[in-house]
């Protein structure tokens, strides 16, 4: 039981006063124990606890009748406000404990941001509206400095940005949940390529290609492919993320070697009306994305079922792609 110390030490809890606003809204002894389901003496020994903490009476007694002091209005209000109060507090635990209620800040690089985590965050937190949702969209460098200063509570990003800080700096700022995968080949759906099960780095000698903005280590990892095969690695065009990329391939501009959710949102945005195919590629181009939360703060109960949910629904995404031939 939470108690209030006052007057002296003696003692004054929320019972008391809980006790104290019955015997005020009902006006008598009886019916505030019948309302709170407790005996009349055990009401009465509240308000004379009530009554020696605070060193003076609440009410005056005639006969039966308990005619409240002028003093006791005013508490009347202020123990409505604290009752009220400690309701809504109570209330609130009970939603964050039940992850029905509460705040989630999320900080995500720009891929996964277009489409998949906001839909994924929509049917997450649709059937709790008391969920208050904030999504940002940074690089992932940015996502690292955001996390570490404990600005969200999970950031989504590129595990080659992770992999660039020290191992020792990285695991005292963050905790992290690695996911590993293998790069598809976008091909326009009209290219000669497209109905392959395999395109490799030596069916793309010379052709018009498009990757990330070099220094990414996708570019590095897609240029040793080629490499690897004797093959000339033409890239024409480069982004900051693979999703504009898209668009020239669409446009029969160029192919391009793309990590598993970018080709999952161009799938769902588009349906049957999509014009790119996504084959398996080789030399294999690694990948990998990191779900990370700040080490020197502990998760809500919320962020740690939305982590648990959105790396199910990760995995469930990239095993598939990165082992089939075409998606």
């Not at 009410?59 to 409240?68: C, M, V």
């Amino acid at each position: 039981m939470i108690k209030i110390f006052f007057m002296g030490g003696k003692r004054m809890n929320f019972q008391q006063l809980a006790v104290f606003r019955e015997i005020m809204n009902t006006g008598s002894m009886s019916a505030a124990a019948r309302n709170l389901h407790r005996t009349q003496p055990a009401v009465s020994a509240a308000l004379k606890a009530l009554e020696e903490s605070l060193g003076m009476e609440l009410f005056h007694r005639e006969g039966r009748r308990l005619i409240p002091v002028p003093e006791a209005r005013y508490l009347l209000s202020e123990a409505t406000d604290i009752l009220n109060k400690l309701s809504a507090t109570r209330a609130n635990l009970e939603g964050m404990r039940d992850r029905v209620r509460g705040t989630l800040r999320i900080v995500a690089m720009p891929g996964p941001s277009a489409y998949l985590l906001p839909a994924f965050v929509s049917k997450f937190s649709g059937s709790a509206p008391d969920i208050r949702v904030t999504l940002a969209t940074r690089s992932s460098p940015q996502i690292l400095n955001l996390i570490a200063a404990q600005s969200f509570d999970i950031g989504f990003c590129d595990l080659g940005a992770r992999e660039t800080m020290s191992k020792s700096l990285s695991d005292e700022l963050f905790q992290s949940v690695t996911t590993t995968c293998k790069c598809l080949c976008a091909v326009p759906e009209a290219h000669p390529l497209a109905e392959n099960d395999v395109i490799t780095a030596s069916d793309l000698d010379g052709h018009p290609m498009g990757a990330l903005q070099p220094g990414h280590a996708t570019v590095a990892d897609t240029q040793a492919a080629f490499d690897a095969v004797g093959a000339a690695f033409n890239l024409c065009v480069d982004a900051q993320y693979f999703l504009p990329l898209l668009h020239f391939v669409e446009a029969g501009q160029i192919c391009a070697i793309i990590d598993p959710l970018s080709a999952e949102t161009y799938r769902r945005q588009n349906g049957n009306e999509g014009t790119i195919k996504f084959v398996r590629f080789e030399p294999e181009v690694p990948f990998g994305y990191a779900l990370i939360t700040p080490h020197q703060r502990p998760p809500s109960r919320l962020a740690q079922e939305f982590a648990c949910r959105w790396q199910a629904y990760l995995d469930n995404i990239v095993t598939p792609c990165s082992g089939q031939a075409s998606v």
